[in-house]
């Protein structure tokens, strides 16, 4: 078990929808990071937020958004769902800096009919 | 400049061979190199990992060897168990306060009993 708690597990919507994705991070862990896996992109880097303010931004649509509140858990909102957004979305976190090292959630898997 | 290729897609071993899954990189500023394991249904799980000032790392049965003039570095594990069984990542990072990860396409790896 990492300690980073991601809900839902499993989401089915439809297109055009909209959907938030959480994530609570391990204890003391400061920053927070989004991937999406799919078959055809394979890991690919999101978002990573630091306590509370925007870090890196990757490959992420303008449809989708996140956030890291006060308390340190964060969420990813995706809207007008499209069937390719079908995929896991992995939540990370880590803490000290420079260590490299990050944790993974059991992710978060969206599909959209 | 960004991508890391994976090499091989999959691959099969007998319990107790050697395992070498390989990664090359094209981006010199890239100093982290972490290898994920992944288990169906679960996040990856960081396994071990590698900076550039070393040529090899070793932890337990799973070493990393890193080969910084030929931009490729390798995961061999060492008297491969069933339960090695799973689809392995390579990574690569910039250390810039932020652990954006570019990560290989995957290799899925069977040991066979």
């Known amino acids: 078990d990492s300690g980073v708690t991601q809900t839902p597990k499993h989401l089915i919507t439809a297109t055009g929808q909209r959907v938030t994705l959480r994530c609570s991070p391990r204890s003391g862990d400061l920053s927070v990071y989004w991937y999406q896996q799919s078959l055809d992109q394979g890991l690919q880097f999101l978002i990573q937020y630091y306590n509370g303010e925007e870090r890196a931004k990757g490959n992420i649509l303008e449809r989708f958004s996140a956030q890291q509140f006060p308390d340190l858990h964060s969420e990813l909102n995706l809207s007008s769902l499209e069937l390719g957004d079908s995929a896991l979305y992995f939540c990370?976190?880590?803490?000290?800096?420079?260590?490299?090292?990050?944790?993974f959630g059991e992710g978060s898997w969206l599909t959209v009919v | 400049q960004q991508q890391v290729k994976q090499s091989p897609q999959s691959l099969i071993v007998q319990k107790g061979g050697i395992s070498i899954i390989n990664c090359a990189y094209e981006?010199?500023?890239?100093?982290?190199f972490p290898w994920y394991q992944q288990f169906p249904g679960k996040g990856p799980a960081l396994l071990i990992a590698i900076r550039p000032d070393v040529s090899e790392k070793k932890e337990g049965r799973f070493t990393i060897s890193f080969n910084k003039s030929a931009k490729q570095f390798s995961l061999h594990i060492m008297d491969s168990q069933p339960g090695d069984s799973a689809t392995y990542f390579c990574a690569a990072s910039k250390n810039s306060g932020t652990y954006k990860y570019i990560f290989g396409t995957g290799t899925r790896l069977k040991v066979l009993a």
């Open positions: 990370a976190s880590s803490g000290t800096a420079g260590t490299g090292k990050i944790y």
């Open positions: 981006n010199t500023a890239f100093d982290y």
